[in-house]
Nanobody, 120 residues
Framework: VQLQACGGGLVQAGGSLRLSCAVS????????MGWYRQAPGKQRDLVAT???????NYADSVKGRFTISRDNAKNTMYLQMNSLKPEDTAVYYC???????????????WGQGTQVTVSS
């Protein structure tokens, strides 16, 4: 399984960006996709996740501003980021958990990261 993320960039505070992450390879029916971010000197934190049934979960810091979605036909996940703040500046990583069986731990994969910089 391979992940290819894109869509980062530089934007002013209050602006918007849309990230995408395309997944290729042997994808099982049950899988979870997610976005994480890591600011300089900080740990990697959860931003949002979405299951294969499109159930979503968001970090409190992005609720109401970010929207995660997926297109199962294209095996692609998106993160629409609105009302961006300087504290959203980080490298954003896409994550994929592939469940061969619900009785087993999933295989986990990471994308290469894309930089998002929000200027004040």
């Amino acid at each position: 399984v391979q992940l290819q993320a894109c869509g980062g960039g530089l934007v002013q505070a209050g602006g918007s960006l849309r990230l995408s992450c395309a997944v290729s390879g042997n994808i099982f029916r049950v899988n979870n996709m997610g976005w994480y971010r890591q600011a300089p000197g900080k740990q990697r934190d959860l931003v949002a996740t979405i299951t294969s049934d499109s159930a979503t979960n968001y970090a409190d810091s992005v609720k109401g501003r970010f929207t995660i979605s997926r297109d199962n036909a294209k095996n692609t996940m998106y993160l629409q980021m609105n009302s961006l703040k300087p504290e959203d500046t980080a490298v954003y990583y896409c994550n994929f958990k592939n469940y061969r069986s619900m009785n087993l731990r999933p295989s986990e994969y990471w994308g290469q990261g894309t930089q998002v910089t929000v200027s004040s």
